[in-house]
């Protein structure tokens, strides 16, 4: 499928089929496309975490409202804020881009300096909040790369943050959930797959400045 193919065929799955499972180098391209997502210096503040065994998804259908999706799905990405984004971090994260785009060590001092500045001028509530929204770029990348390989998804809101983190141990990695991605095959039983798409006239949403 082109991308505007994929995405008219792609909706929020609410009924998957729990015996179709996503390949190794399908999640592959999914997870390597939300790491490739655009974020805010670089900085890369979140990690995904892929919970695949059904004991888990199970128990965390109580923490998700009861969505049935959890359960179903071959598997869950939990997409999580990091909550030790601090001067080390960032220090660290330049070192790397040294390394990979072969600089001298040193040589992005002052950059390191001065994103320093700006993310730890934040308090610690809005330094999450800040690597939260990013989450959301990863999130969208994610769906497209969903699309485009032919695996349904879901993103969902509608959870427990804490009680997610508690679970699945997010606090010992300096992680707090943010939204959940469940990814699988639509069931044949999810009449939502068949409902038209409604989305506003494209020329209802566009304003064009200049020629």
């Excluded at 997502?37 to 888990?56: E, I, R, W």
């Excluded at 989450?135 to 349904?152: K, S």
Aim: some cysteine; overall charge negative.
């Amino acid at each position: 499928m082109n991308l505007i193919d994929a995405f008219n065929w792609r909706y929020a799955t609410k009924q998957f089929d729990p015996s179709k499972k996503v390949s190794a180098e399908d999640l592959e391209t999914i997870l390597v496309a939300g790491n490739l997502a655009a974020t805010s210096y670089g900085l890369q503040p979140f990690k995904f975490v892929v919970v695949s065994d059904q004991q888990t998804q199970d128990e965390l259908v109580p923490f998700s409202y009861n969505q049935p999706q959890v359960s179903q799905a071959s598997h869950v990405i939990v997409l999580a804020a990091r909550t030790d984004v601090d001067e080390a971090f960032i220090r660290t994260m330049a070192r790397l881009t040294e390394k990979v785009r072969d600089l001298p060590q040193g040589e992005l001092d002052g950059y390191a300096k001065q994103m320093i500045g700006a993310v730890m001028s934040m308090s610690d509530e809005q330094r999450i909040h800040w690597a939260q929204k990013q989450i959301y770029i990863a999130l969208a990348n994610m769906m497209a790369a969903c699309a485009t390989v032919g695996v349904d998804s879901c993103p969902m809101e509608g959870f427990v943050p804490a009680q997610y983190d508690r679970l699945l141990n997010l606090g010992e990695h300096n992680l707090t959930a943010t939204v959940v991605l469940p990814v699988g095959y639509r069931s044949d039983d999810d009449e939502q797959q068949n409902f038209a798409k409604v989305r506003n006239p494209i020329d209802q949403m566009v304003i064009h400045h200049g020629v």
